[in-house]
């Protein structure tokens, strides 16, 4: 089983430290939920994994199974097992969206699989996300909706099949079916044994997907590891109890008070 090991990772953007040290290890056949206040640094780490130019590394490591991510291209890291899955997912016109998704998968294999194989998964692909057929044949994510998108982020991730899968904000913006679709669709890659590592701000998605562990972010650091016991907690108690508990000061003011305030939450109670 492939792990993602982070280690005292440093991480600058426009000459500003977000990240100050950060420490996780992340084992496929498990999910970790990443949670902390906003602006302090989550999806930060989840773009400097995959390899965002504007994601400077200043020190520290990340190995995937040993192998040194920061060493390889964007491409490269693709390649060898990590899939981001982005809050919101760019528009990319003239590039259609089968063809981008047969090359993706295609350049994974030793032989390219034939236009059969390819369009039979393609199918079951979009079946299963709830997607139309036809959308395949438009341009990537041009004229998608916001939950189109992040449907379309989960199709990519079920077609390419990575080791750890990194999933920022899901299932923000997306209503009450949309959300059952994607939840649904991460627990059937769950038990095919993918890994994930999971930011979201709402505890209903945890709910639905059951994270094994959970990991908390404050100023830029893990401030502490656990269970999805924290999450019952940060959902009833706010990120409070980091100062109280562990006297750890919060350097930002966060606009989540709690991590299951939200309308799909109260929709689904309904």
């Not at 280690?7 to 040290?21: A, N, P, R």
């Not at 920061?70 to 491409?75: I, K, R, T, Y």
């Not at 998704?101 to 998964?121: E, G, H, I, T, W």
């Not at 998108?149 to 899901?170: G, H, T, V």
């Amino acid at each position: 089983m492939a792990t993602l090991s982070i280690k005292d990772l440093h991480v600058s953007v426009g000459g500003k430290e977000i990240l100050k040290g950060v420490t996780l290890d992340v084992h496929q056949g498990r999910t970790t939920a990443l949670v902390g206040p906003n602006g302090h640094g989550k999806s930060t780490l989840l773009f400097a994994i995959m390899g965002h130019p504007n994601y400077l590394v200043t020190s520290g490591s990340i190995t995937l199974d040993g192998q040194d991510v920061l060493a390889l291209s964007v491409d490269e890291r693709s390649k060898l097992g990590l899939f981001l899955a982005m809050q919101y997912p760019s528009e990319i016109p003239g590039v259609n969206s089968a063809d981008f998704l047969k090359a993706a998968m295609n350049v994974r294999r030793d032989k390219p699989m034939s236009l059969f194989q390819f369009y039979s998964k393609m199918q079951t692909a979009y079946q299963e996300m709830g997607i139309p057929f036809e959308m395949s044949a438009r341009n990537l994510n041009e004229g998608f909706s916001g939950g189109e998108k992040k449907r379309n982020e989960i199709l990519q991730l079920k077609l390419l099949e990575p080791s750890i899968a990194m999933l920022d904000e899901i299932d923000s913006g997306l209503d009450v079916d949309a959300l059952r679709v994607v939840s649904s669709a991460i627990v059937e890659e769950q038990k095919k044994g993918r890994g994930f590592l999971v930011v979201s701000h709402y505890a209903r998605l945890y709910d639905l997907i059951a994270p094994d562990d959970v990991a908390v972010m404050v100023n830029g650091r893990i401030a502490v590891t656990g269970g999805p016991e924290i999450i019952s907690k940060i959902d009833t108690k706010g990120y409070e109890w980091i100062k109280t508990e562990l006297g750890i000061e919060i350097e930002k003011e966060s606009s989540v008070g709690s991590i299951g305030v939200c309308a799909t939450k109260e929709a689904l109670k309904k």
